[in-house]
């Protein structure tokens, strides 16, 4: 052996003997080791190395060992452990004590704390500011999820993970995408801070621009550009929650929901979202309006909460309004306690207090169930105590009412036009007769005035044109001042003209 070779054996069973008074210098034992007469200051350390600085414990296989220079190369099976508290596994290790900087390469470099496992090919660790970064892919995981990114640092103290370029998070019923991120492994949340898609086991896709994610209980909150998209819905709110394990949301604030198979938008300040299977549905409150589109006309309706189900295959089954319920179309209009739609069968039922106006036309009742379809009113069930008004007078000069009572009505329509009325049941009539002339003055010729078990009415132009009356007929016509006031108005009468909403905007004004 060279006798510039110096064996250390002796030096290394005392083990961190030397520099043992400095806190900053690097401490060392090995089974051998060896110095070369080219490289006076760098050190051959082979067989169980151990290196300790500073609270942390590195051991290697072998490593060139710079004295001088307070640093060191490490090779083969390398392992860091830091107060207990971190390890990481690596194929070379460089460190440098000056800086505290450890720079790990392999196939493979493990690093574990108490809360992730992170795998990677480069890390470096700064020991100050006590961070762990990487610049290629790199994975995480955790209890219930796994973090995919291509660049990020770990800031062991507070235990954020902030990543700056492309990160994914996969857990059991969600996929994360963003660009930019701060994952927290104590509380298990993601915080995004740039564009971010999540989508759900359960199709649902969320895209948000600011907001979180908690990887254990799969719940997310996002509450900048906010959108949720299900199919044929999307939903856009100041703010929404989401669980992705419970399939249950809210959207707050500026609430725009869109069904674009049904053609049907829901706007309000609150909604609520139930994505299961065999119960969908969401519900909206706080100023809601709902818009059914179409190519003729759009109808608006407001109330206090709407109600929409969906069936598995997400199409529209129910809807349900209530709580001073009131709509508008340019052809119709109506107000209610209680609005319920059922798809299967194209049955609007109005309840509570109902009227419907067409055209000229006053309808109300205590029950009111419309036959609808393609944007269309086919008929009506009317019942019990079904009132028709219209306000006869044309030239408005007068109170003159037409007018129809029946225990029960059945009323048609065409292109939601109003053709025929058929009563059934202590069926009344109030009808003033005109006579109309081209160029000449409208004439009022009399009142006839009718009754009978049951009536069929016929209806032009929005005008009577024929009553028959089956059954018990009793009918008389006369001039409108040998007509008494009792007999000119049916009991029950109510003309609630103050009601009606004429523009779009009224169907906000309580009743």
């Known amino acids: 052996m060279p006798i510039k070779i110096i064996l250390i054996s002796l030096l290394l069973t005392l083990t961190f003997s030397q520099n043992i008074f400095s806190q900053k210098k690097i401490n060392y034992s090995a089974s051998l080791g060896e110095m070369l007469p080219n490289y006076p200051d760098q050190m051959i350390l082979l067989d169980s190395v151990v290196f300790q600085h500073e609270g ?27 107060k207990d508290t971190l390890d990481i596994w690596g194929d070379e290790l460089y460190y440098e004590g000056q800086t505290k900087i450890a720079e790990l390469f392999g196939k493979k470099v493990v690093m574990k704390d108490k809360n992730i496992t992170l795998n990677t090919t480069y890390l470096i660790l700064e020991r100050v500011p006590n961070t762990i970064s990487y610049t290629q892919w790199a994975d995480i995981f955790d209890e219930k999820s796994t973090l995919r990114s291509r660049k990020a640092t770990y800031y062991m103290s507070n235990k954020d993970i902030v990543f700056t370029d492309k990160v994914d998070i996969n857990s059991e019923n969600t996929l994360v995408k963003s660009d930019t991120m701060i994952y927290n492994t104590e509380s298990d949340i993601a915080t995004f801070y740039g564009p971010t898609n999540i989508l759900t086991k359960d199709s649902t896709l969320i895209y948000t621009e600011k907001g979180w994610y908690n990887t254990k209980t799969e719940e997310s909150y996002s ?21 992705s394990t419970t399939l249950l949301g809210e959207g707050f604030s500026n609430i725009y929901f869109e069904d674009t198979a049904k053609h049907i938008v829901l706007t309000g300040n609150r909604m609520f979202v139930n994505n299961i299977d065999s119960s969908t549905y969401v519900f909206i409150t706080n100023k809601t309006l709902m818009k059914h589109i179409s190519d003729s006309d759009t109808l608006f309706l407001h109330s206090d909460t709407i109600w929409v189900d969906y069936d598995t295959a997400m199409n529209i089954k129910n809807i349900y309004s209530y709580n001073d319920v009131k709509f ?6 109506g107000a209610c306690d209680s609005l319920l739609f059922f798809t299967e ?33 086919y008929s009506l069930d009317v019942f019990p105590k079904a009132f028709v008004i219209q306000d006869a007078d044309t030239t408005q000069e007068n109170e003159r009412f037409n007018q129809i009572f029946g ?3 059945k009323a048609f329509f065409d292109r939601n036009k109003l053709y025929l009325i058929e009563v059934y049941g202590n069926a009344q009539s109030v009808y003033y007769i005109f006579e109309e002339e081209k160029d000449k003055p409208i004439q ?17 132009k929005n005008k009577i044109q024929k009553i028959t009356t089956l059954n018990d007929p009793v009918f008389f016509t006369d001039d409108e001042e040998k007509v008494s006031k009792e007999e000119k108005i049916l009991k029950g009468f109510i003309w609630r003209i103050e009601e009606r909403p004429l523009k779009k905007e009224d169907i906000f004004i309580k009743r």
């Open 345 to 377: 069968d194209s049955l609007l039922y109005m309840l509570g207090r109902p009227i419907l106006w067409s055209e000229e036309n006053q309808i109300t009742a205590d029950t009111i169930i419309m036959n609808v379809g393609d944007n269309a009113i």
């Open 444 to 460: 009022l010729l009399g009142i006839n005035v009718g009754s009978g078990s049951e009536m069929k009415i016929y209806v032009k």
């Open 328 to 333: 508008f179309r340019d052809d119709f209009q």
């Open 56 to 82: 942390m414990t590195m051991f290697c296989d072998s490593a060139l060992f710079n004295e001088k220079e307070n640093r060191f190369s490490a090779f083969g099976n390398v392992h860091i452990i830091q």
């Open 223 to 243: 509450y900048k550009e906010s959108q949720m998209l299900k199919k044929e819905r999307l939903l856009q709110a100041d703010t929404l929650t989401y669980n």
């Open 407 to 409: 225990k029960r009505m």
